[in-house]
């Protein structure tokens, strides 16, 4: 394909340029500064050849106009100049290059054909870099879709004895996701929150079957035992230096503790409990009274609030019991949401969040 050369000047040069280039070029024209600036916004010319003496209909420059455009910046501008003593306001207006009246037919085709081939090599550049660029965000976002299918897998397995569909981890982390928001946390930390809150069991996957599946209450060395999931989490998690785990780990290592300082493993007290594994208790506890399981029905959720209430300033933070109570209807809406997927799909697998 040729390259195209905009001829932007008055009509006595356009005719004597336009047979110069005419062979080599495909060539558009323009008399005036606004149909300049159309022709350019149409169609992308390579070149730009602009009379000095071309203006907008308000008295603005044509040059500048034309490289304020984000389609148009790059387009290289060659000035068509009477003297010499305009090449510097012809620079200061945007052009490359300089072609003198009268015009000589070799400089005009060598300089014409110089530009033409550094702005095609550019463009083709530019279409090389977008897609490789789009090539990127492909793969990122693969590679990030398989971390959310790790993350899922991962949080299964802390709960592979358990005959919930996984509906829940991914439920109670929505509800973790807003109230994070809600208490102020920034929209990344909320996004790493709603997949490291699931993985707050993964070390259930350490603790023999016969506890993990004895029907009756644990003994006290069983019930020890059961403590240590806590810590087998953080163990696991902190094996990677990404932040999401390492956020998983805290999540994993402290979500049993209690404000009051009576949780395990650590009996940690008040704010020295991570703010992540204070959200997520508060989340765990609603989701699983509101849940139906084997053991137990579906409580109502003004009797699960009353339960969380009680706790408040003992098990949960009493600060976020009072932004969980303020956000509940967005809660009850993300508990609503969830069950329409259910009943909609009788879906036994859901997507991890988007």
Sequence with gaps: MKPLVLIAAPLRDIRPLARMLERRFEITIALDGEKTLFATRQRRPDVL?????????????????????????????????????????????????????????????????????????QQAQKRHGALLEAKVRERTQALEDSRKETIFMLARAGEFNDTDTGVH????????????????????????????AP?????????????????????????????????????ILLESQDPLFQMGAQVAHQHHERWDGQGYPQGLQGDAISIWARIV??????????????????????????????????????????????????????????????????????APPA
């Design 199 to 235: 993985m707050h069991d993964i070390g259930k996957i350490g603790i023999p079957d016969a506890i993990l599946k004895k029907p009756g209450k644990l003994d006290p060395a069983e019930w020890e035992i059961m403590k240590t999931h806590t810590t087998l989490g953080r163990d």
């Design 169 to 196: 981890i991914w439920r109670m982390s929505a509800y973790a996701n807003a109230l994070a928001l809600a208490a102020g946390a920034s929209a990344r930390e909320c996004e790493l929150l709603q997949l490291a």
């Design 49 to 121: 050849l602009l009379d000095e003496s071309l203006r907008l209909a308000d008295g603005g420059m044509v040059g500048p106009a034309v490289h304020g455009h984000a389609e148009t910046q790059e387009v290289p501008m060659l000035f068509l100049l009477d003297s010499d003593a305009r090449r510097r306001w012809a620079r200061e207006q945007g052009a490359v290059d300089f072609l003198h009246k009268p015009f000589e037919e070799e400089e005009v085709l060598s300089r014409v054909q110089t530009f033409a081939a550094l702005s095609q090599m």
């Design 281 to 350: 208790a508060v989340a765990d506890v609603f989701d699983a009274l509101t849940m139906r399981r084997p053991y137990k029905p579906e409580w109502p959720v003004a009797q699960a609030l009353e339960t969380l209430r009680r706790d408040s300033g003992a098990h949960f933070d009493p600060r976020m019991m009072e932004i969980f109570q303020r956000i509940l209807p967005e809660i009850l809406e993300i508990k609503a949401e969830f069950g329409r997927k259910e009943t909609a799909a009788g879906f036994t697998r859901p």
